[in-house]
């Protein structure tokens, strides 16, 4: 398996780092068979396979729970997990209570946290504990109320430059590496330049040093509209909602079960049944 440090040098070898969410077993097991530079257990999670509005109402349990999964099926890769709503916000001895548990009873290698201000203090405690930590900026959904929807951050000249300051923040703070989420392609690659951590994309242009997607929009599978910086490789929706009609339609029709899928007995034992 990949240690954190191995990104670095990934970086400095110019070598693109990838990236991507799985939350169950079974797409843990093919990500890391495909060869996945990175696996995130993200709390996208709460929006992707648990239904709920935003990734607010995620919980550690919620974390927990799909992050072990993660790690039965990707025992071999370099795995990060999110550290959900509030769950770095309300004291540091429960900050670190919490990440503990994300990487003890996990077995994942890493925590990823949103935003910065006081988040630069976190991202130095657990680094300082021996808690690998990714930072994670732009756009950051866990903020989404107070930033008023999902858009596109760091457009302006003041917020650009804030946003260069804070990634300067989370390096030193000891992050292994950056995510930058929804900036400008100018902003990835200013950021990019400025950090000797590795800087992953997603929506934030092709120069960063890493990219990351949602696994579920990358093959289309239960999502409708795709974000404008997702690229759909397959389309399971597609594939999926012609298997299940087609299973409807043969057990209708009365083809479905045929005979290679049925039991049957010797004739002599059949016989024996009715006397
Ligand atoms: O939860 C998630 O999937 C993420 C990525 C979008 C970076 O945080
Ligand atoms: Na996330």
Do not use: W
């Not at 939350?23 to 995130?40: C, F, G, N, Q, S």
Request: include cysteine; aromatic fraction near 6%; charge should be negative.
């Amino acid at each position: 398996m990949k240690q954190s440090t191995d990104f670095l040098k990934m970086k400095q070898n110019e070598e693109k780092i990838t990236m991507i969410t799985a939350y169950d077993y079974p797409t843990a097991k093919l990500v890391e068979h495909a060869e996945v530079d990175m696996i995130l257990v993200g709390d996208s999670l709460g929006m992707v396979v648990l239904g709920y509005e935003s990734t607010v109402a995620v919980t550690l349990e919620d974390m927990i729970h799909h992050a072990k999964a993660v790690k039965r099926g990707a025992p071999n890769t370099f795995t990060v997990v999110d550290m959900p709503f509030m769950s770095y916000h309300i004291s540091k001895e429960e900050t670190m209570h919490n990440a503990r548990r994300l990487i003890q009873e996990t077995g994942a290698q890493a925590v990823k946290v949103e935003g910065s201000g006081e988040v630069i203090d976190v991202i130095k405690f657990l680094t300082n504990a021996g808690i690998p930590v990714v930072a994670h900026l732009g756009l950051t959904p866990q903020m989404v109320g107070v930033l008023g929807g999902y858009k596109v951050q760091g457009k302006t000249t003041e917020a650009a430059q804030k946003l260069v300051e804070d990634a300067k923040a989370c390096q030193e703070a000891g992050a292994m590496a950056l995510v930058l989420e929804c900036i400008p392609r100018q902003v990835g690659k200013i950021v990019q330049e400025t950090l000797t951590i590795p800087t992953i994309g997603i929506g934030a242009g092709v120069d960063c040093d890493g990219q990351v997607l949602v696994f579920h929009d990358l093959v289309r599978y239960g999502v409708d509209r795709l974000p404008k910086f997702v690229q759909a490789y397959a389309d399971i929706n597609e594939s999926i909602t012609t298997a299940v009609k087609q299973y409807v339609s043969e057990v209708k029709e009365r083809k479905f079960p045929s005979e290679k899928h049925t039991f049957t007995m010797k004739e002599e034992e059949l016989t024996g049944l009715y006397g």
